[in-house]
């Protein structure tokens, strides 16, 4: 199960499904808020993690096959939310990016969400912000559709959600096996939360990619390919 990030949506793994289609069975939600699902607002991150759980438990038992979840930015906090309060479900997590130590600003950028959607639906803008992502000139017009459908609603349960997030209490004695991935050029708080994530679990590996900012999967897939198979391969 691939989960996407704040802002974008199930395409942004595209290049990821070409790679591992013919090995795996890929399932490609699009959150609440975004891409196919933005009639649905989103509204929580344990909200989302409990009907993805639901999905990957009916998934095991209609097959027993290993379940691995790779989750970017919101994805990534979405799968740790989902890996500690659901031990057993999930085999490997792969974690990217995601921030794990609340930001005392969360509140006030969630507040300026409406501010924002005029801004964030201009092209112009959108082509700062999918520069920021790494994302190339053939998946440009995708998130700007992705962007341009998103409701103020859900940008700012969004951006709420992402700055208050804290590991659950079960992440700590998790029976999954973690890859907790981040650049080496991302903000020092990312930095900081991924240690804190391969810290306190306790069969996680720290992976600090050289030259990678926040937008690894985009930016460089062919190394986050080797990433992956790593994580996947059978302990």
């Not at 079960?170 to 994530?197: C, D, P, Y």
Request: net charge positive; with cysteine.
């Amino acid at each position: 199960m691939l989960l996407h990030g704040g802002g974008v949506a199930g395409w942004m793994w595209r290049r990821q499904v070409q790679q591992f289609s013919a090995g795996f069975r890929i399932i490609v939600p699009d959150l609440p808020g975004h891409g196919r699902s933005s009639t649905d607002a989103f509204t929580t991150i344990r909200r989302t993690s409990d009907e993805l759980a639901g999905i990957l438990a009916a998934l095991r038992t209609e097959q027993d096959a290993p379940v691995t979840v790779v989750g970017f930015s919101l994805g990534a906090q979405i799968a740790v939310d989902l890996v500690g309060r659901n031990p057993g479900l999930v085999d490997r997590a792969v974690i990217v990016s995601a921030l794990a130590v609340p930001l005392a600003l969360g509140a006030a950028a969630a507040r300026a969400a409406g501010w924002l959607m005029p801004l964030a639906r201009a092209r112009w803008f959108a082509r700062l912000q999918a520069r920021a992502l790494c994302l190339g000139d053939e998946l440009f017009e995708d998130y700007l559709r992705t962007t341009r459908a998103m409701s103020g609603r859900t940008l700012q349960a969004v951006l709420r959600e992402n700055a208050r997030f804290a590991p659950p209490e079960g992440w700590r004695n998790a029976g999954t096996r973690a890859a907790v991935v981040v650049g080496r050029q991302e903000k020092a708080v990312m930095r900081r939360s991924a240690r804190l994530l391969a810290d306190t679990h306790p069969d996680a590996t720290l992976c600090m990619v050289e030259g990678a900012g926040h937008g690894l999967p985009l930016q460089d897939p062919e190394r986050f390919r080797a990433i992956l198979e790593r994580a996947t391969a059978a302990a």
